[in-house]
């Protein structure tokens, strides 16, 4: 079956035609070719995304290499075939004029363009500053061309005293051009500044901003002290340069016009004897620049390597002290700060030889030639004396601006090694694509359903096979099993972390994927078994799970996971600052305070992976009396190598190499005498363990824990 839809107001005549072909299909299931996602990932996401949200479809896959589209749905719900429900979806995506809600890939030949495009820059401000430069600039020559009227003027009143009142206007008219030049330049560095500092902020907190969007499987393969020194080292170059670089560039440039336009008008061939060389050592400086640029990158890559090590070694000081590993770490320093110093010497080696030999000996060399000539042919009296003394100024100065131009294009390569990396950062695109459902947390049933989910971090290596479970309104469910048997990754699939590879995972019987990230994590309160407080204040850390709520609501959080008794033993209760990463107090203590975070969110769905791993046995009987009560009305999930952790659990799944082994209650567990029996009995010491890897390892974890 062949379908040939109408997308108006695409093409020259109005509009776009393009075909749907049915390839296979069984009641409930079908298999669509649509030429028309063919090699555009990007649509075939979006009507992917829109699929998903129509009632009644259970499952949709669209397909950008092979052009082709799999729905699964419900047939009482979707009335007619599935054709013309991907027709529908497909022209609305294609006439949506609206624009992305992440940027597309910037793609520049200048990498500090392309960070500028992104930051947006304040126009009217460089305008402003760039009118401010030339105009410091052209002042800074009045003097030159000043002092030369005055030689005039000195020269022919010689022998009698009617030129003073002339001699002493041209001098305070010099003098106070000088003053007037500084006063501009003091407003020219400010608006700079100002410039400078308003882009790097705006291309920090936007990168940052960016960050955030990209999924957990680009922060598994990215090293934190690399992405804070993009953040802090990279978008810092970037914003020195703007500084500086473009009013140099301006300033620079202008002052070789002005030169070389006055050297033209004095004496051409002077003008032409200076211009030449100026020229040929600027285009030469260019090659070498480019053999000089790989140093630095080299340089930006040692300088991210002992960022990195350094940020790992500081996060890990406890471990190091611990292990007496401070010599071999100062060692590892030591080693990657000797190559980033190799590195940037070599550098600055040779941008040094390029500036010493190229500009030391061809500028100073053409401009005392230069002087000779003038000097040369004023003596013979084709060139006056008082042009002589502007020609005397004027080679110096354009000699040195060009000088600068040359050093400027330096710091812009540094300055485009920054944006590159920045750009690179910016480039990355998440793989987990926002739906477009709206979640309101109110309306939540709590109705979770994994099923047939097939899921692997690496690609060949699944870590879940087929694996189906639910979790109904209101219900407490346990997941227990070995480490490595993918509890953790169950609920990383729930929160939409990672994308399954096959299968479907449902809330209230709409696909995950179907809803907007932040109205999924909204409608979830999760508790990690890595527990992370931010450096601030007790009250701040329990308040992170809803800063709106009140000090009172604070405290009833705190209650609820038994840690109010301790924390108003705290020199200064809820406003005890916690330090980084909540050093200053216990693991168990930390835990309870994630707990408070968690309840105090107030979310329909409640996730505790681990979470009372790391307090005593009296502890956990409170939390989870506690926890009985605030999950009243609310679908609860409790992933534990404790068992009596979900001793009362309404269901409990046992996990075993990716699927579900088990099922039932506690007692009906123990009765099957399985796997979940076996370990019960190992951690409660009824008898000895099975010669079993996931025993041994259950065994291995309850130790750990009553430590």
């Not at 050592?281 to 991210?304: C, N, W």
């Not at 040779?350 to 003038?374: D, E, F, P, Q």
Request: charge should be neutral.
């Amino acid at each position: 079956m062949t379908k040939r839809a109408t997308d108006a107001g695409k093409n020259g005549n109005g509009s776009q035609t393009f075909e749907i072909r049915l390839r296979s299909a069984i009641r409930g299931r079908e298999r669509w070719e649509v030429r028309a996602i063919y090699q555009r990932p990007g649509l075939a996401g979006k009507v992917q995304e829109s699929l998903l949200a129509e009632p009644g479809i259970q499952q949709a896959e669209a397909n950008s290499k092979t052009g082709r589209i799999l729905i699964v749905f419900d047939p009482a719900a979707v009335r007619g075939e599935g054709g013309a429900l991907i027709e529908r979806v497909l022209i609305a995506r294609l006439r949506e004029r609206t624009a992305p809600e992440l940027p597309p890939p910037i793609f520049s030949d200048s990498p500090l363009m392309g960070v500028m495009a992104w930051s947006e820059p304040r126009t009217k401000l460089m305008v402003r500053a760039s009118a401010w430069t030339a105009a410091s600039t052209v002042i800074g020559f009045l003097p030159a061309w000043g002092l030369s009227g005055l030689l005039d003027v000195q020269k022919a009143g010689v022998g009698g005293k009617s030129n003073s009142g002339k001699i002493w206007f041209m001098g305070i008219l010099t003098a106070g051009l000088n003053a007037l030049e500084w006063m501009i330049r003091h407003h020219q560095r400010k608006l700079w500044r100002d410039f400078a500092s308003s882009a790097e902020h705006t291309i920090r907190t936007r990168t940052f901003a960016h960050v955030e969007t990209l999924d957990m499987a680009f922060f598994d393969n990215q090293n934190t002290g690399q992405l804070l020194s993009i953040l802090s080292n990279d978008v810092s170059a970037v914003g020195r340069f703007l500084e500086t670089g473009p009013s140099n560039a301006i300033q620079q440039s202008l002052t070789v016009l002005l030169c070389l336009g006055t050297l033209t008008l004095l004496s051409p061939s002077l003008a032409l004897m200076a211009a030449i060389p100026g020229a040929v050592v600027i285009l030469t400086s260019r090659y070498f620049q480019k053999k000089i640029a790989p140093l630095y990158a080299r340089f930006g890559a040692d300088t991210g390597e002992l960022n990195r090590l350094l940020s790992n070694c500081l996060a890990g000081i406890a471990t190091i002290k611990s292990f007496a590993a401070e010599e071999d770490e100062a060692r590892r320093i030591e080693a990657a700060s000797a190559r980033r110093r190799l590195s940037h010497d070599e550098a600055i080696e040779a941008s040094s030889a390029n500036g010493s030999y190229i500009h030391g000996l061809v500028y100073s060399t053409v401009s005392a030639l230069t002087l000779t000539k003038a000097s040369v042919s004023a003596n013979q009296g084709s060139l006056r004396h008082k042009s002589l003394f502007t020609v005397a100024q004027l080679v110096p100065k354009l000699f040195a601006a060009t000088s600068q131009i040359d050093d400027l294009y330096e710091s812009y390569v540094d300055a485009a090694l920054s944006s590159e990396r920045i750009l690179a950062l910016l480039n990355a695109q998440p793989a987990i694509r926002n739906g477009i459902k709206q979640l309101n947390p109110a309306e939540v049933r709590g109705d979770i359903q994994f099923t047939n989910v097939s899921f692997g971090y690496l690609s060949g290596a699944q870590i879940l096979q087929d694996l189906s479970l639910e979790i109904r309104p209101g219900e407490t469910v346990g997941i227990v099993g070995a480490t490595g048997a993918g509890k953790t990754t169950i609920i990383k699939l729930l929160l939409r972390f990672y994308d399954i590879n096959g299968g479907q995972v449902t809330i209230d019987g709409a696909d995950v994927r179907s809803f907007r990230l932040r109205a999924l994590h909204e409608a979830i309160a999760f508790v990690s078994q890595d527990v992370y407080l931010f450096d601030g204040t007790v009250h701040d850390n329990i308040a992170y799970g809803r800063p709106s709520a009140t000090r009172e609501e604070v405290i009833e959080a705190a209650r609820a996971a038994e840690a109010h008794e301790f924390i108003e033993q705290l020199p200064r209760g809820y406003d005890s600052e916690v330090g980084e990463r909540g050093q200053r107090l216990s693991m168990g203590q930390r835990q309870r305070i994630s707990i408070a975070r968690a309840v105090i969110k107030n979310a329909p769905i409640l996730v505790l992976d681990e979470a009372t791993a790391s307090i005593d046995n009296e502890t956990e009987a409170a939390i989870h009396r506690s926890i009985e009560k605030v999950a009243v009305g609310r679908s609860m999930v409790v992933i534990a190598h404790r068992l009596s952790t979900v001793r009362n659990a309404a269901r409990i799944y046992v996990i075993d190499k990716g699927s579900v082994a088990e099922k039932g209650t506690h007692d009906e567990l123990l009765e099957a005498r399985g796997l979940y029996a076996s370990l019960w009995n190992v951690q409660t010491g009824l008898r000895a363990p099975k010669p079993s890897d996931a025993v041994i390892d259950a065994h291995r974890g309850s130790e750990r824990e009553s430590d």
